[in-house]
């Protein structure tokens, strides 16, 4: 069964720092792009940053330079280094992935259960 695990959420005051951890698992034959995402309360979930097969990370305004999305293939995992936080930086952290299970091209979008971060000020 293939699944995304997140790990690294938690209570941190503003300025702190936490590193988010996501592994997939299963019978994986490639992962193409990964993401994180956030669901403040009461609000949609959002791309916060994304990266590509080969490393290429994208971001939303409000966390570049604060944040650093990374991945390792050798362990189907991508992480989320974040710096700098902020109370508006709350929410439950989700990651999703594009991922091939056979070498016949096709993709699926999978996501994790989700991470919670709180940051208080």
């Known amino acids: 069964q293939v699944q995304l695990v997140e790990s690294g959420g938690g209570l941190v005051q503003a300025g702190g720092s936490l590193r988010l951890s996501c592994a997939a698992s299963?019978?994986?034959?490639?992962?193409?792009?990964m993401r994180w995402y956030c669901q403040a309360p009461g609000q949609q979930r959002e791309l916060v940053a994304s990266?590509?097969?080969?490393?290429?990370?994208n971001y939303v305004d409000s966390v570049k330079g604060r944040f650093t999305i990374s991945r390792d293939n050798a362990k189907n995992t991508v992480y989320l280094q974040m710096n700098s936080l902020k109370p508006e930086d709350t929410g439950v952290y989700y990651c999703?992935?594009?991922?091939?299970?056979?070498?016949?091209?096709?993709?699926?979008?999978?996501w994790g259960q989700g991470t919670q971060v709180t940051v208080s000020s």
């Open positions: 999703n992935a594009d991922l091939r299970l056979a070498a016949d091209g096709k993709t699926f979008r999978y």
């Open positions: 299963g019978t994986i034959f490639s992962i193409d792009a």
């Open positions: 990266i590509t097969s080969g490393g290429s990370g």
